[in-house]
């Protein structure tokens, strides 16, 4: 009876878990439960800032969190993850990064810490985040920076995109996924 029990506990955990159900490390290496962001549309992208695609992304990013959170909304967030996986081009301390990131870009959105984003390329399996094996087992794993994920405001994974798909492209699935769930009306873009 006891075995049933765990059985049916690990089933319902494994069923009911969703982007916004991990808990990620920020800058300064603090535990941040992703479920603040819940209820909101998410970008999730990992950086780095020495790609040829980081002056273009993170400007982009910057103006679609301030385009869409206009006027005191919050329905849209971004969340940035740096990783130094690809290239190496993100060799940077997470103090560097932040500092950097707001001198150039005045980001308006969270960079958490730097670390991996896929597990071919970690020596240890458990070095891989949870959200990141969630990520890459919905949809794909990241091949290079500035790969990007939709998650809907109830943490389900809508769409991947390559990081040769720019901000502007995605935009208009971001904008469906506002307007299904009336977070914003058509009016107000």
């Known amino acids: 009876m006891i075995f049933i029990w765990i059985l049916f506990i690990g089933i319902t955990n494994v069923m009911s878990e969703d982007f916004y159900s991990f808990t990620v490390k920020d800058w300064q290496g603090n535990n941040v439960?992703?479920?603040?962001?819940?209820?909101?549309v998410t970008l999730v992208v990992n950086v780095a800032?020495?790609?040829?695609?980081?002056?273009?992304h993170y400007e982009a990013l910057v103006g679609i969190q301030e385009k869409l959170n206009k006027g005191n909304r919050n329905v849209f967030q971004v969340l940035a993850f740096p990783s130094n996986q690809f290239g190496n081009q993100e060799p940077n301390s997470d103090r560097h990064i932040q500092a950097w990131a707001k001198d150039m870009f005045d980001i308006n959105f969270p960079i958490f810490a730097k670390g991996?984003?896929?597990k071919?390329?970690?020596?240890?399996?458990?070095e891989l985040p949870d959200v990141w094996?969630?990520?890459?087992?919905?949809?794909e794993p990241p091949n290079w920076n500035f790969w990007k994920y939709l998650?809907?405001?109830n943490g389900n994974v809508v769409q991947a995109y390559s990081p040769q798909i720019n901000i502007r492209q995605v935009y208009p699935?971001?904008?469906k996924l506002l307007f299904k769930y009336n977070l914003i009306d058509k009016s107000e873009l």
Do not use: H
């Open 151 to 153: 998650i809907d405001p």
């Open 49 to 56: 800032s020495e790609c040829s695609y980081t002056d273009s």
């Open 133 to 139: 094996r969630f990520l890459s087992e919905k949809t």
């Open 33 to 40: 439960s992703l479920e603040q962001y819940r209820g909101k």
């Open 120 to 126: 071919e390329e970690v020596e240890n399996a458990d």
């Open 116 to 118: 991996a984003v896929v």
């Open 173 to 175: 699935d971001i904008k």
